[in-house]
Each structure stands twice: as C-alpha cells, then as structure tokens.
C-alpha cells in the first residue's frame, strides 16, 4: 500500500462535538423565527382538483401558505426536467408536497396543514418496476416529451433512461460456453436514513436569502434555490452547520426552495425539521429498489464466455440524479472480470415511489449482490470452488475491460488474496458457519473543485475551500495535505467551510470525492505559496531557490540546516507587503478512452478514472430453524490507491461494512398495494446496532493510483459499502446450500429459500 | 396556556425551571427551555438514542419521557460532561480515538457510556457492546466508539490508582 506516513488525525471540529456544543441546522434559532411544516400529498397517485388554504391561513399564529401559485411556474431537474417545488396539477408519490405552512409553532404549522382542503381524483398506481415498463402501462407522466432533458438521455414513456452496454458476440460466447446459468434477483428499497434528520432555516435580508440546511451539496442547493425561485446565484448564500450523516440522502436540492419561499411570504425566517418519518418518505434520495436478471456462460475449466444481463431500476415518481444510474448498474453487473461478451440492457423505470438517488454507492451494493451470488452459482455449477473461480477470472494489469477501458496497474488480485488471508479461508468451521467472498470496483470521480490557502501574520494558515464534510473527516485531513507541501504540520491550518460565500464552487460530500478532488485544489494552492515561500527565503538568505527546503515550518538551505528562516518570519514579513494567498483549482483527471460504438444511451459510466477495486469475505453464523444470520467477521480488503489519512480511510470501510450488513440482512422498506410505505419508522426498519455488528478487519493493498487524486489517492467512502451484502449471501448459500434471491435477505427470506 | 406547569430539576448540577405543557417531551424542555441542544433528536420512538440524558444517573431516551416527570429529579446532559478540569475521560475518548464521524449520535452516546463506567468501570467488549446497543451510529461501523469506551475505562482506572 502506498500511503502519506503519519497515522495522527485529529479532528478540528472534535471538541465542538464531543461538548454538545457545535450547532447542527435544528439548533439554529434566529430573531422572530417562524416553524415550517409541509402538506403532503398523502397518496401515490392522483390529480388535484382543488386546493383551499383558507381555513389554514385563518388559524392564530400562522403567518404564510404556500403552493404552487406563489412559485415560478416552471419544472426542475438535472437530467429530466420533471419535478416541481409544490404539486400543480398532479401528485405521483405520497410525500409530494403540495404546501408549507410557517407558523409561531410547529404544532400551529401542522395544524394548519392539516386544515388545507385537498381534492385528489384517484389515478392509477404504478406499484412494480416491470409492470410500469410493459406496452399498455398507464404512463407515470402523461407529458414526458414536453419536459426537457439533459445528456442525451435515452427516454420513452416509463422508462425515464435506457441505456446498453454491449461488446462483444455474446451469442457466439453461450454457443462456447459448457453451462449457461441464468438467475433472477430482487432488491427491495432501501434508505440512507442518517440519524440526523434534515433541516432548513431560510432568512432573508432584502432580496437575498440565507439558507442553513443539512446538506451534504451546498453548491448545488444554491443552484436550485436560484433556479426555481429565480433568483442570481450570489443571491442566496447555502451555509451548512455540522451535518449529521447523509450518505447520499442528503444530496442534491432539497427542501432549501420550500422553506425560502415560505419565509418570503412570512417576512420571517422559517425553520423546517423533519420527523424520522419525513425523512423516510419524503426524501427524493433513497435507495433504488432493482430487477437484476443474469445469464451467464462458463466453460467447465471456470472460464467466462459469456454474459446477457437486464436491470430494471425503480426510479419512483421523479428522476432526481438517477439518470446514471443504468450503466453504472450494468458496470456492476459486469464487474471487474475478464468477460470477452456482454450485452447488459439497463432501464430506469417511472413508479409512483418516492424518488430514487444517489445513496452510499448508488446502483451498487444491490447489483454487486446480484453478480457476485451469481458468480457462485456459477462457481458451484462447475464444482469449483468459489475463490479459485474469481482468482481465475479477476482482472489484472493492463487487461481491458468489458467496455474496452485499459486497465492501469491495480491491486484487484491483491484485494482478493488478502482478504482469504484475513479471514482464514479454508479452515475448519462449525457446521452451522462458513464464508463467503465479494469482489466489485467502483469509479473515482472527477469533477472541478476549488480551494483558497492565506497566510496569517504569525505564520498560521487558513484553508478556505468549497468542499463539504459530512463527518467522514475528508475536509478535517485537507491540512494534512497541505503541511505535507509545506514543511508544516497540519494543526497549523483551519479550515473555513460549508458556506457558499466564502469557498469556491465543489460538488460537495458526494462520489467519494473531496480528498480526490478537493484535494489537488488545495495541494495546488499550497504548491503556489511553496514557491513564493522559497523565493522570499531564497532573497533572504542569499542563497539558490533551487537550494531552499521547506522543512518543520522553517525555510532552509539543503545541507545547511543553520541558514534557516522560520516561515512564521516570512508570513509576518508578507503581511505588511505581498501577501500569501493562492487559489488552487486545476483540471479534473480525463476519462480513459472506451468503446461504446454498439451501445445505446451512454452517459459517461462506461468509462472510469482511476477505478477503486475490493473484496470483502463474511464469515456467518446461520440458525437453521429460524434463518436468523449471524454476520461474525468481516474481512474487508481496498486498493483506494494512496491512503492519505489511515484513521480516516478506515473508517469509512468500517462504517460502510456495517451499513452493508444492515443492507444484507435488515434495511427493506415495505411497500402497500397502495404505493405507500408502510415500515416508515425506526421501529420498523432496523439498523444494525452495536451489538449486531461483527469484528472488522480492514487492510488497503495495491499500488498508488495513476489518473488519480494527489499522491495517487483514490475514492473511498462508497465502495465499502457495496460487497459486503454479496458475501453474507454467499456465506449463507455455503451454510444452507440455499440461495436467496431476494434483498434484504431477512429470516423469513432465509428460512424460505431453506425450506423451499 | 393557562395548564402550563412548572418543572423544577437539578440540570447538570444546577437548579432549573421550565414552564411547559403537560404533553411536552423532556428533550424538548432541555433543547427548547434550557437551550441546552447538545441532546439531538433522531427519532421519536426511542430507537436511535440520540436523545440519551441522565435521569438520577439512569440513562433514559428524552424523547419518550414526558418533561413533568423529571420534576425534583436530577438530569445529567452531553454538557454537563466537561468541567473546569476539562473533558471528561469519556469525551476525550470519543475525540482521541476517532469515535465520532458526523457526531449526530454522540452526544447520547457519550451519557450511556458515562452510565455504564460509573457502575461497571472495566467493561469487557461484549459489555460495551451490549450496553451500547441501544444508541444508533450510521457511521462509523461502531469499532472506534469501542476503542473510545475503553480508552475511558483505562483513563478512569489509571485516575483512581
């Protein structure tokens, strides 16, 4: 592994949090504030044909209503354009909100709501991802080729995107394959559901607006606030307090729009919280229920000839950002083999569900579950045994890829071996346990980012960057990175953050990518002021800038360490004359070169920077009479090419470990005939506790990454979360000879595959 | 307005009152009487922990505790926790060992964990983990709040030899 030494991580905002202290946006409390509450539509589907706030804005203590008719009329969205701030014409999914109320309490709020008169003529539901694709289908939008698009996206009716991967002659590979295996897998919806639920405080000061709100994309909240509301961006300021957890859910632009129209119209600041059952419905992030169908050929010696795949992904009732969600789907559904064929057809089907997005991975824990379950049952087919079968197939330096990317040197068969090691593959186990393994990739993202770096008089240095922190600690190490340029340590840098005044623009705490992007940011502002420091110290001690190093915060003379000059001198010095301010941006990695000529609907997944590669192996308990699944050990192995904070990169695997066991065995939500969500509580849906989770044993291999982020650092806090849920069901095949087919993979599940 | 009642307890060792309506929660008397917003909400049906206080020394879920009923009772909350001597050996666990990512849940953690060294200050794992297990974390996958907890342990044992 290659890696920034140093394994000290002291957290800058530790102390604020430990002492209760630090704020999040529900402990903001301003001058006058009002309490926000929405209306929701309450029903899957249907059209409105009256909407009264009468009564509503007659109630003592309410000081606005809001709905459609005090908002631009005009439709949103990044890859389609089919959503609105507040239901016009149509509800397509029970938390659609149709008004905001903001009143002297919540409890006067929700009243109100309560009091707005609704009409909704019934419409039909669309209630399954394959029903709401077939011919004849009652459409989810009526008018979805009004609505704009971006991307080139590939659209008709219900299926909001369809995208191919195909390569290869995959009918030539079954006709050379000894066994065809086709499966079929299901994925039930699942929620990021961080233990914070969200929040939004919107002020305005004339015709500007101050929003406060948990969001893990500060800039992008600002863009929509700007679009819908239309107003310039320097017009609304997104400031995030501490964010409690997001994990995809709180990405994107939310509820920021809603709460500063209503607190326009009360002339009051407005404060909304939601309820844990506002954010299991409402939410247009949650995680995207899936039909995963494989067809797999294999040659009895364990070679791949082969593979058909279709994936059809729930999008729910708008397309948020899951407009790449098919061909990162199909990626997965390929996985990081050596496959000569493929032909995968990914669809994004409309439903009238909660919409989709972006949650820890998107796509991928569930089609990762499904291939590599699959790659098992394949495995098992020709009696090989299933970690021989991946050592087999699993790609390896300089090998293309099933898209044709060529793949730069990695630790993909590193990740596998270590994780055999790690937890003692082939030993002897009770009859009641065993283990299972899960291998997958997952892309870098590269995207633009920026970053300021000032020094202070007395030497300290103030990172100043648009980069968001959600808690995993990415923007807590960014000073690691600059110490590292400049011979100082990173105590002697604070960071200022979240608060799209003061930052340059970064696509916030999402796709793993602020060390990965945000990190050349700052190591490009640092780089600048390096150069400056030299020079000022070569000046000063009359010596070559070639021959000056910046080591324990002094500027020096190689092989001369006497002539020396502390850079606290220096900062001191450019204070009163040129200061030391950089600004640090620099270009994005470029995709590698692929070839999709035989393929539909691309939309930039077929082509990964600076690919992360992992495997995890489970080892699992499984009570025979109630299909109870114990989770003992996880052994979860990376190549994230360069680990710039240990501390740090552990813990997102650990973290992600966790949240793939409660995927695996707990996290479903259940649907009703009526569209509904009906285990919308905590009570109802579980996450693992502390005394569920098993020992984790976490070990990063492989080389430093090319194409990569600074040092060769790449993306990590979403892969760990992806093969964790493939290799408990492979455990759990290995103890029962049973497959489920069917995520969560609850007891019942278990016991009924068991007992089939 | 006229059936508010006045709670009276002892809040992190000082005497306090709050007037609130009978139905109010006692986390919402500590975040919105008291002002005292280290004790997070995650949920209202005492799954996540988040709002984990001290009642006489008890951790107890704030959110499913009416306010009335801590009347002429003690509460211990996340800030009570630090004193002049500076944080307690639980907080600095929790900081040190990197046992808190987004620190939503921290908080209420921190009060079980505080409970649980007063009655048992050499847990075992198995023990830590089953005290704990009623405070949620979506974070960090829990191996750093262990490495937390008896980081505290050791501190507290080390401080009484």
Redesign the interface.
């Known amino acids: 592994m290659a890696a920034i030494e140093n394994r000290t991580?002291?957290?800058q905002?530790?102390?604020?949090?430990?002492?209760?202290?630090?704020?999040?946006t529900?402990?903001l409390?301003l001058t006058g504030m009002t309490h926000c509450k929405f209306r929701y539509a309450d029903v899957a589907a249907g059209r409105i044909t009256r909407i009264d706030t009468t009564k509503a804005e007659a109630l003592p203590g309410v000081f606005a209503v809001v709905t459609h008719a005090d908002t631009p009329d005009l439709q949103h969205g990044g890859y389609i354009q089919d959503r609105r701030l507040f239901a016009k014409e149509y509800v397509r999914f029970e938390g659609e909100i149709i008004a905001a109320v903001a009143a002297t309490t919540p409890e006067i709020a929700q009243r109100a709501c309560d009091l707005i008169e609704v009409d909704i003529e019934a419409m039909p539901i669309i209630n399954d991802i394959e029903a709401s694709l077939l011919a004849g289908s009652p459409l989810v939008h009526a008018d979805w080729k009004d609505y704009g698009d971006s991307y080139d996206i590939v659209r008709e009716g219900n299926d909001a995107c369809h995208t191919s991967i195909v390569h290869g002659d995959v009918e030539a590979g079954f006709a050379a394959a000894d066994h065809v295996v086709r499966e079929r897998y299901v994925a039930d919806m699942q929620h990021a559901?961080?233990?914070?639920?969200r929040a939004v405080v919107a002020e305005w000061h004339g015709d500007q607006v101050t929003i406060w709100s948990s969001t893990q994309v500060p800039f992008n909240a600002r863009a929509g606030v700007a679009h819908t509301l239309e107003m310039p961006e320097n017009h609304v300021r997104v400031i995030v307090p501490?964010?409690?957890?997001?994990?995809g859910g709180k990405c994107e632009f939310h509820f920021e729009a809603h709460v500063a129209a209503v607190a326009r119209k009360a002339q009051r600041p407005a404060k909304l919280v939601f309820?844990?059952r506002e954010e299991f419905i409402a939410p247009d992030h949650r995680r995207e229920g899936m039909v995963i169908e494989l067809e797999t050929g294999v040659k009895a010696d364990g070679t791949l000839t082969a593979r058909r795949g279709k994936v059809i992904i729930d999008n729910g009732a708008y397309t948020a950002d899951a407009g790449f969600f098919p061909e990162l789907a199909g990626m997965h559904s390929i996985g990081p083999y050596r496959l000569p064929a493929v032909d995968i057809q990914a669809h994004l089907a409309y439903t009238n569900h909660q919409p989709s997005g972006s949650v820890r991975a998107p796509t991928a824990p569930q089609a990762n579950w499904a291939l590599e379950s699959h790659m098992d049952e394949l495995a098992r087919t020709i009696g090989m045994d299933p970690l021989a079968f991946r050592q087999k197939n699993i790609v390896q330096d300089g090998d293309t890829t099933a898209t044709g990317q060529v793949l730069d040197p990695h630790g993909a068969p590193q990740c596998l071996q270590t994780a055999a090691e790690l937890i003692g593959y082939g030993r002897e186990l009770p009859a009641d346990e065993a283990i299972g393994f899960a291998i997958g990739w997952w892309p870098s993202f590269g995207s633009s980012s920026g970053a300021y770096i000032k020094f202070n008089g007395d030497g300290s240095a103030t990172i100043i960057t648009g980069a968001q922190e959600?808690?995993?600690?990415a923007v807590m190490a960014l000073p690691r990175l600059a110490a590292n340029e400049l011979g100082m340590q990173p105590e002697d840098f604070s960071i200022v953050y979240q608060d799209t005044e003061s930052g340059p623009y970064d696509m916030g705490s999402s796709g793993s990518q602020t060390t990965f992007n945000n990190g050349r940011a700052v190591v490009a502002a640092a780089k600048v002021l390096r150069e400056r420091l030299l020079e000022m110290a070569a000046d000063k001690l009359e010596a070559a800038k070639g021959d000056i190093e910046l080591v324990d915060g002094t500027a020096r003379v190689k092989g001369s360490p006497e002539k020396s000059v502390d850079i606290a001198e220096l900062a001191g010095e450019a204070t009163g004359g040129d200061q030391l301010i950089a600004t640090g941006s620099g270009t994005p990695p470029s995709a590698p070169e692929v070839d999709g000529s035989a393929c539909v609907g691309r939309m930039g997944m077929d082509s990964w920077v600076a690919p992360t590669f992992f495997c995890h192996a489970a080892h699992v308990r499984v009570d025979r009479e109630t299909g109870v699944v114990r989770v003992i050990k996880v052994a979860a192995v990376h190549d994230s090419g360069t680990i710039v904070n240990p501390?740090?990169a552990?813990?997102q695997?650990?973290?992600?470990?966790?949240?793939g066991v409660g995927q695996a065995l707990l996290e479903g939500s259940r649907i009703g005939d009526d569209g509904r969500i009906l285990n919308a509580?905590?009570?109802e849906y579980k996450?693992q506790?502390?005394?569920?989770?098993p020992e984790?044993a976490v070990a990063f291999v492989g080389p430093a990454g090319t194409n990569a982020g600074p040092h060769g650092a790449k993306g990590i806090a979403e892969p760990p979360s992806v093969p964790t849920l493939a290799a408990i069901g492979n455990g759990i095949a290995a103890v029962t000879g049973a497959r489920v087919r069917q995520l969560p993979m609850t007891p019942n599940r278990v016991w009924d595959a068991m007992n089939a | 307005m006229s059936d508010k009642m006045i709670v009276k307890a002892t809040v992190n060792g000082e005497e306090c009152e709050a007037l609130v309506e009978p139905r109010t929660l006692l986390v919402h008397m500590i975040r919105e009487s008291l002002h005292l917003t280290g004790t997070h909400i995650g949920c209202d049906t005492t799954s996540c922990g988040a709002c984990t206080v001290l009642l006489d020394g008890k951790p107890v879920k704030s959110c499913t505790i009416l306010a009335v009923q801590a009347n002429g009772r003690e509460i211990a909350t996340v800030e009570g926790l630090e004193t002049a001597a500076g944080l307690s050996v639980v907080q600095e666990g929790f900081k040190e060992e990197h046992g808190l990512h987004c620190g939503y849940c921290t908080p209420g953690m921190m009060m079980t964990v505080t409970a649980l060294l007063e009655e048992n200050p050499d847990p075992t794992e198995d023990e830590i983990r089953k005290a704990i297990s009623g405070n949620l974390c979506r974070c960090t996958g829990y191996v750093n709040i262990i490495k937390a907890v008896q980081y505290a342990a050791g501190k507290k044992e080390g401080a009484a030899a």
Request: glycine content about 24%; charged content about 25%; aromatic content about 6%.
């Open positions: 991580f002291k957290r905002d530790g102390k604020d949090k430990v002492t209760g202290l630090g704020r999040y529900a402990d409390q559901a961080p233990i914070e639920p501490h964010l409690g957890g997001g994990f309820s844990r959600c808690g995993s600690g501390i740090g552990e813990g695997i650990e973290g992600g470990v966790i949240m509580g905590l009570l996450l506790t502390m005394a569920d989770a984790i």
